[in-house]
């Protein structure tokens, strides 16, 4: 995959950003718009991992890049994290869905084919705007990598949760943002992939998100490797996790989004 700057980069918020903390960076989140060449009119929205408190790069550029291979345009959204609390990542994220959409004509994109693809803690927000949508915001696919889902004990991952929530939590918040006791029928096509031993986020939250878009007919495809680490990425290092990129593309193909 050959690096390459964005074709455009545009502010989320530019008649000003809700809830704004200061006027740093990262107070003024961005999109950064990856066109794919031989585009198949597909776009995926992409949520870098990083446990709330950060957004780790390899899991940003080198992945709209990826997607870029397969005709599909990447969009990058760097959304805010800690000291920002929910609702603000999802609102951030729910904002670049309606910018791509709004734009569809002039990026050449299909309006009804933009899905949303997260790692970790971005899984979690990818997640969340999966089974929290309103009739404009609904992903049409979705591809959560090692993904946070639910932040009830024992297989939440306690620093996303604390970082996006507060800590002590309210519990009622804890029971809105675990995902896996919001799908239903809407919820879209996923793909997954964990790992059996991943030592942060526990693999029984892709079995539970699973289980639950099962119990509701949602079609899903889930890859659960025996062994590797946390936070691969791409994972072109590794002969085997680096597997899943391949799986996810033939996914991708199988639904008409890839070539």
């Not at 200061?22 to 989140?29: F, K, L, Q, R």
């Not at 991992?49 to 890049?65: I, M, N």
């Not at 309006?111 to 790692?119: A, D, H, I, K, W």
């Not at 919001?182 to 992939?193: A, I």
Request: aromatic residues 8%.
């Amino acid at each position: 995959m050959t690096a390459r700057i964005a074709d455009e980069t545009l502010p989320l918020w530019p008649e000003g950003v809700p809830g704004k903390l200061g006027d740093g960076t990262e107070d003024n989140p961005w999109l950064e718009l990856y066109r794919a060449p031989n585009a198949t009119g597909a776009a995926v929205l992409i949520c870098p991992g990083g446990g709330y408190t950060r957004r780790a790069q390899h899991e940003a550029e080198p992945v709209a890049w990826w997607l870029n291979t397969l005709g599909i345009t990447g969009i990058v959204v760097h959304y805010r994290v800690a000291p920002y609390r929910h609702p603000e990542p999802l609102n951030d994220l729910t904002r670049a869905m309606r910018i791509t959409r709004s734009n569809a004509a002039k990026w050449e994109i299909d309006p009804g084919r933009v899905g949303v693809l997260g790692f970790s803690a971005g899984g979690h927000l990818a997640a969340t705007l999966s089974t929290k949508y309103d009739g404009q915001t609904r992903p049409d696919f979705s591809i959560l990598l090692y993904a946070v889902i639910t932040l009830h004990p024992p297989s939440a991952h306690t620093g996303s949760r604390n970082n996006l929530l507060r800590d002590p939590s309210d519990p009622d918040l804890i029971n809105l943002l675990s995902h896996e006791r919001h799908v239903n029928l809407q919820t879209p096509p996923t793909f997954m992939f964990h790992t059996a031993d991943d030592p942060a986020v526990p693999i029984e939250n892709a079995l539970i998100y699973a289980q639950a878009l099962r119990a509701h007919g949602v079609p899903f495809e889930l890859h659960a490797f025996e062994h590797g680490r946390h936070g691969v990425g791409l994972a072109q290092d590794d002969p085997v996790l680096g597997m899943w990129p391949t799986l996810c593309a033939n996914w991708l193909r199988a639904r008409g989004l890839a070539r």
